[in-house]
């Protein structure tokens, strides 16, 4: 009974957890039971019953199937089913009637073979990558109508009446879904891509931020064995390691985000492919930053000396790109000029001219401990690459 | 009309690819085609339709959703799909014979109330990303079918046998499903899985495999004007890009394989979590690739004599990861033993001695280029990283 008590616990303490990380999952919770709700009561009350019969059912079918996290989701999913089962409906009955002019035999082969042909080609329509990111669900409901319209077609006489009230039904269920996820606290898809691409970039600049002092203290602290401790309490040293894998969820919020209609400072049309380039280019710096990190953590020992002499350029890279990230990330998020940052970046590419006089004037000093030199010389040369994608970023987002 | 019918042209094209980029494509679009075909006929042949009634064009509606490219697709929603109708079918009529209790006027506030509270739970528990992950599609259902069948009932007195043919007819339609998609050119997610995992380790080898040959030799063509040619020419500098991304496509795979039961080499319980393991490491080793990359693009020049003087470890070192890499992916297509890899993570360790001792040799002839001489060496501490982790996939390998 304990550990059953302690297992009830954790799962009350994950649904917390879950709930304070992201408070709109509860609110979104509570619309799909709303419209759920609403949608189910409508179909109570006897005037519509009377009105649709059964189909009406298809409304809480709907609600359920097509209600999703953000505005885009639901829009796309809506519209989707609605313009699918349309077509469908009306290629369904084409079909049927083409069926009937080859008699009662002949009936039931044609109606098979055109299932088959339409079902195959439509299920092939899905492979293709542009389709399946926006059109998946229509295509899906597409098969379902007009294969259930066409076989149902044999049986039910009053087709057309049907097809009728499903098509309202859906709407109706469609329709509900659409208004309660854009007027109760709406989410919206290309808001939170903005968010992302944002916070991604702000990420990165909190562990450049942290760099300078991490490397170059943690290294003359390392004969001390604070190292490990140091390192733990650090967050924002994992911070960029969610940069890495954003590509998947950033795509498929910019394929949402298409869908929304204008919302505070989007409009419909905003340029939401430059969020996924902008994202790429940050993904780019991560995979740098990934390769700076495992310096962080060697136990090779580079040089003090040199070390100490490029301390200064390399602390400043990282201080000036960081600024850059920063003052990139909030000219994104204010949408306001990004020349601020140029500055920033201009810093950083002076700060790369300073390392390469401090490389030069070290070598004329040192001369045999070339390679004690080669790891810091690393960290060096990948920050002068980070720097470049800092720039590219900036250009990204003029 | 000559536009439009380059754009069909186009489209024909694309198709073409499609299909011959994958050829299962096509397979999984008939057996599609196939699966619906059987289950409207099903509907039509009269016995079966008097004993279901117009419940019979579930079983289609189940095809279309359920079947899914995988095997362990197509058995994850159907099992989803089946037990998910039990449930929430039980639970529904409970539902309602809790709220006949309340009388006429009350049954309606309790399905409501009921109704919210069950839709608003079930969809906060499809937040929890293991839910979501393995079970997002049976809450789904279970949301459907509850509300579905507690509202519905207030009308339709013989309820009990609707929910007996609906939950017949989604067996049938799930059973065809997994009949089909099993007998006939089975996809095996688990296979799949398989497969992209040991293609990705071999892309990371046929760079490392190339790169030698790329990063010295065309240095020192550089002045001839050549590089840019050759470079667009050998596609396995682009090979690893794909390795990059790879996580949510790896993710998703594992957990359909979790579903399929045993086939081919792979029995029930094979340990999936292994591969992403596996890949993860295998990314780790991408994200080095795309910073060595970097230096095959640049423009900075590196002392062509320090070069010359690393050319040999640094080969070594690439060529044997590439044998270590190569040797892995056999082992794991082949489920052999991983251990002819680690003669050449032998080697290629020796070869970062090797690489130490040139660097110092180099170190007591040169004295003053040490500007020089940093990409070289960021490209060889690179490559010491690449190993590190080539060291670490053998391990997980094991």
Redesign the interface.
Known sequence: PDKSKAKVMNVAK??RK??QDDPR??I???K???A??LV??L??SRTL?DGFG?AG?WA??TV??VFEFTVGGTLSKSLNRSFATFLAGALGLGAQHLASIFGEKGE?IV???L???L???S??TR??PRIKARYDYGV?IF??TF??VS??G???VELLELAHQRLSTIVIGGATCIIVSMCICPVWAGEDLHNLVTSNIEKLASYLDGFGDEYFHCKSEDEEGKVNVSKKDKPFLQGYRSV??S??TEDSMANLARWEPRHGRFCFRHPWKQYLKIGAIT??CA??I??LN?YINSNIQASEEFQSKIQEPCTKMSQESCKALRSLASAIKTMTDSSPANIHVENSKTAINEL?FA??K???LE?????A???A??V???LI?IVKCVEKLSEAVH
């Open positions: 994950s649904m879950l709930g999952r509860v979104h919770s509570l799909v039971g709303l759920l709700t189910s009561l179909y109570y019953y059964i059912i809480v079918l359920v199937v039931p109606i098979g073979f299932v088959f042909l079902g195959a080609a299920t092939f492979f293709f899906l098969i379902l294969s259930m076989v149902s044999v049986r039910v890495l894998n590509k998947s993904r780019q995979y740098h990934e390769a495992g390469k490389v030069n070290a070598s004329s001369k045999a401990e070339l390679l030199i080669v790891p010389a690393t060096a040369s990948t690459e």
